[in-house]
């Protein structure tokens, strides 16, 4: 018999019993999610309203001061507010499903909703009507007055029935929250069926499962389950190596993108100070030279004025290409940040660099970098350190090619210089 006869023959009723628990939380869930769903949808039309009433508010004091002019204006606004204040009261008082839930609402909401709907009926509508329509100042402003003191308690009618309807969907959300923890039953019986298998059935097997989903738990993306059988941990131990590769891949492709630099696709400073940290290592090991790179866009800034921000990331992009095609495979470089790169030359002294550094300056220098009939010319000036010639500590020597940099810059632009000549 197969391993699925023996759970079926055996454990039938049990499973049968999970799948139905798991069944009626779902639709419970499903359904409460729905009507959470329409709760909101009417606490946020309430809301609206009292929002609106204060907007014709606003509306009604301008049109004290308002020219023949503004006022036809400022009277069409009113009553478009007016108008959508009362499709939204009758709305959510006639359950319309393009206000919220359909259906009639429970006794205590109705009755508020009519309560508000008549005094919006009653008082605040004619109100805005009588504003509208008067044709005196000082009588215009007797009527905003009284319709400012009665809109204050109309709102606070209002903000009882928005905290109506929020207490409704408190309750919703105790269900859900109970809905949720009835999940718990069903993963307490599969444990203890869990515990069963592992003890009588498929001791081995599980055996397996779980000494490689220890590995994967500290970090070891290589596990793998070889299991031979035919039956269904066969057909598990092959997603789960499926799921582990695509998780590994994941995983690789999440650490490369921590260390690139998203616009021009090379290391970024975080990348660049861990590979900078592995090359001291080796250095400290073998003697070997290296030399730091730092070469910064002339004049960036009018680049942006020129061309606009698309033109300067164009021009990253390019300077980048540049530098990935002029140095070595072996060498390393990053973005530093704004319009400066770093290049690190591995095993390289300082004529070498000097001379790098010169190659990367003058095909910089023959770029063009054009959008439409606009062209624009680019130099670079770089500032260059080599260890252990001018410095042994990591830090110091992006200090040092930063110095050689700044002096750069201050002699004139578009010039390489390294630090043990400044």
């Not at 609106?52 to 508010?57: A, T, V, W």
């Not at 990253?316 to 540049?322: E, F, P, Q, T």
């Not at 992006?398 to 201050?410: C, G, N, T, V």
Request: include cysteine; charged fraction near 30%; glycine fraction near 6%.
């Amino acid at each position: 018999m197969s391993l699925k006869g023996k759970i079926l023959y055996k454990f039938g009723g049990v499973i049968l019993l999970l799948l139905a628990i798991h069944l009626i939380v779902v639709i419970i869930g499903l359904y409460t999610s729905k009507r959470l769903s329409g709760d909101a949808a009417e606490i946020n039309y309430a809301g609206s309203v009292r929002m609106r009433s204060f907007k014709i508010g606003f509306l009604l004091d301008r049109m004290e001061t308002a020219s023949e002019k503004e006022r036809p204006m400022l009277k069409k606004e009113i009553e478009e507010e007016r108008g959508l204040v009362k499709e939204v009261l009758y709305g959510l008082r006639d359950g319309n499903p393009k206000y919220g839930l359909p259906g009639e609402k429970n006794k205590k909401i109705l009755n508020q909703l009519n309560m508000i709907i008549r005094e919006w009926e009653e008082v605040i509508s004619p109100l805005i009507k009588r504003v509208i329509d008067v044709e005196t100042p000082d009588e215009a402003r007797t009527l905003i007055s009284r319709y400012n003191d009665n809109v204050v308690a109309y709102v606070s009618s209002v903000d009882k029935t928005v905290r109506l309807f929020e207490s409704g969907s408190e309750k919703k959300l105790d269900i859900l929250r109970l809905a949720h923890y009835l999940l718990l039953i069903p993963a307490v019986i599969v444990s203890l069926f869990a515990i069963f298998m592992i003890f009588f059935l498929i001791e081995k097997p599980v055996r397996s499962f779980v000494l490689n989903m220890k590995r994967v738990e500290r970090g070891d993306l290589d596990a793998r389950i070889e299991i031979k059988s035919c039956d269904e941990f066969s057909f598990m131990a092959d997603v789960f190596n499926q799921m582990i590769s695509e998780l590994k891949r994941s995983h690789r492709a999440l650490e490369t993108s921590a260390i690139t630099d998203s616009l021009t696709g090379i290391l970024n400073y975080r990348g660049f100070q861990g590979r900078l940290g592995d090359e001291f290592k080796r250095i400290a090991r073998s003697r070997e030279s290296l030399s730091l790179i730092i070469a910064d866009i002339d004049n960036f800034k009018d680049i942006n004025d020129t061309h606009g921000h698309p033109g300067g990331d164009l021009l990253l992009k390019k300077v980048a290409i540049i530098l990935t095609q002029v140095a070595r495979e072996i060498d390393i470089i990053a973005r530093y940040g704004g319009d400066e790169f770093l290049v690190l030359l591995v095993n390289t002294g300082k004529e070498q660099a000097i001379t790098t550094a010169e190659r990367i300056r003058k095909t910089v220098e023959e770029m063009a970098l054009g959008f439409g009939e606009k062209r624009s010319y680019i130099t670079l000036s770089l500032g260059i350190a080599t260890t252990p010639m001018d410095t042994r500590e990591k830090e110091e020597l992006i200090e040092l090619a930063d110095k050689a940099l700044y002096h750069a810059k201050k002699g004139g632009k578009n010039q390489t210089r390294h630090y043990s000549e400044i």
